[in-house]
């Protein structure tokens, strides 16, 4: 019994046995089919890794190879297009030299058919030029046409007479130049910017009748006068007095008609109420000088009054409803007043002139000389103004004409386009010559 049991446990230890070794043969089947499946990933991914590489590497070189052919045709198309620019420019060359040719053959025609010219007609086309030269430049002067006709004359002095001649003359004439531009800008004189129709804000010329106030009446003599002490000194204006232009509102008959009407004057004070609100008299009001124009006549009379000086000079009969320009030359001892550059009196002083370097300029600044019963303020006269301009020297005839010249066909062109404006109101008489023909 004892043996039957024992060879039951044996049995049973040799069936584990068993079992455990095929357990054990299934592993070691499962180990080597896991090895076997990761060699074949390893493999795949190697191959795919492969073939990849190789992918990136075709592609690059493809890549590579488009790079290499297109930078061949931009080369090419740069080069076909340095032979197209280098083809246009040889043209252009060639048409130039065929050019300069030609330039060279009228040249070479035109120096022989001056050589051939007669002594005298060679002379006669330098002194031409010359005279057209001297004209705009010391008579009519015109810096462009000048240097022109400098230059033309240098080229005939150069063909006639040779190269040291015409650079004596091209010395003499720049020098002579330098000097007339120093002379037209020390004439040119300083313009008061309220009478400056090319630079006022609406490009109108100063309304005189206007309100006065310190920024446009008054004038401070630093901004016009540079002299340390100066008693010779020259004004010129352009004036125009409303007698019945409807163009504009106040005229010579409705505005302050019967009262003394300030056009500008040079003094230290300007025209102000006293403390018991009279006005300054104008009798006591210095000025040298001052422009007035009377109460009822379009006289104009010119102040002069420093407290020695004291004098009273009338211009009868200035022209209404026009341009016309008024002067003034001051020296130490006496002054010119002239109309449209044309001399009209010359007043003799009694003394010197004081120093008036530091007077200040006011144009229609007499709103305080009389008070009206509207206790309205009216100042300056029914009229405008435009280019006034003050000379620190003694103004000569010339270049007074010169002014006058310049300035007098500016502002009729400009009156013409104001009045362009006017609507005229016009009524018909009939009369018994007119009933006949209708």
């Known amino acids: 019994m004892v043996n039957k049991k024992n060879n039951n446990n044996l049995n049973n230890n040799n069936l584990n046995n068993n079992n455990l070794n095929n357990n054990n043969l299934n592993n070691n089947n499962l180990n080597n089919n896991n090895l076997n499946n990761n060699n074949n990933l390893n493999n ?25 052919n297109n930078n061949r045709n931009n080369k090419n198309n740069n080069n076909n297009i340095n032979k197209t620019n280098n083809n246009i420019f040889n043209e252009y060359l060639n048409s130039k030299k065929d050019d300069i040719k030609k330039l060279k053959k009228f040249r070479d025609d035109t120096v022989n058919n001056i050589n051939s010219m007669p002594s005298q007609l060679k002379f006669f086309n330098v002194i031409l030029a010359f005279i057209f030269m001297y004209i705009f430049t010391n008579i009519k002067y015109n810096l462009g046409l000048s240097i022109l006709f400098a230059i ?41 910017n309220q009478t400056n129709i090319n630079k006022t804000s609406d490009g109108l010329a100063m309304m005189c009748d206007k309100p006065q106030t310190v920024e446009n009446n008054i004038i401070s003599y630093k901004n016009f006068r540079d002299e340390v002490d100066n008693r010779n000194f020259s004004i010129c204006v352009f004036l125009y007095i409303n007698g019945s232009n409807p163009k504009y509102k106040n005229n010579f008959k409705n505005y302050r008609f019967r ?32 422009l007035w124009l009377k109460p009822t006549l379009n006289n104009l009379v010119l102040v002069t009054n420093d407290g020695q000086n004291n004098g009273l000079t009338e211009l009868n009969d200035v022209p209404l409803n026009e341009w016309f320009s008024v002067s003034i030359i001051v020296n130490s001892s006496s002054i010119s007043l002239y109309k449209n550059c044309k001399l009209e009196k010359i007043i003799t ?45 003694s103004l000569s005839q010339k270049s ?13 062109n400009y ?24």
């Not at 120093?355 to 029914?382: C, M, Q, V």
């Open 259 to 290: 009262d003394w009407k300030s056009i500008f004057y040079f003094g230290q004070n300007e025209i102000i109420e006293s403390s018991d609100n009279n006005p300054t008299e104008l009798k006591d009001l210095k000025q040298i000088p001052g």
């Open 152 to 192: 033309i004359t240098t080229i005939l002095i150069f063909i006639f007479g040779g190269t040291y001649l015409s650079l004596i003359f091209v010395v003499l004439y720049s020098v002579y130049l330098i000097k007339i531009i120093n002379l037209k800008y020390k004439n040119a004189g300083i313009i008061i």
């Open 400 to 412: 007074m004409n010169e002014y006058c010249s310049k300035y007098s066909s500016i502002l009729n």
């Open 349 to 393: 002083l009694n003394s010197y002139l004081p120093d008036t370097s530091e007077y200040n300029l006011y144009i229609a600044n007499d709103g305080k000389l009389i008070k009206y019963n509207d206790d309205k303020e009216r100042n300056g006269f029914p009229g405008q103004m435009a280019f006034f301009t003050y000379y620190n020297f």
């Open 415 to 438: 009156q013409y386009k104001e009045n362009n404006h006017i609507k005229y109101e016009t009524s018909c008489l009939v009369t018994d010559s007119d009933k006949n023909s209708l």
């Open 44 to 68: 795949n991914n190697l191959n795919n890794n492969n073939n990849l590489n190789n992918n990136n590497l075709n592609n690059n070189n493809n890549l590579n190879n488009n790079n290499l």
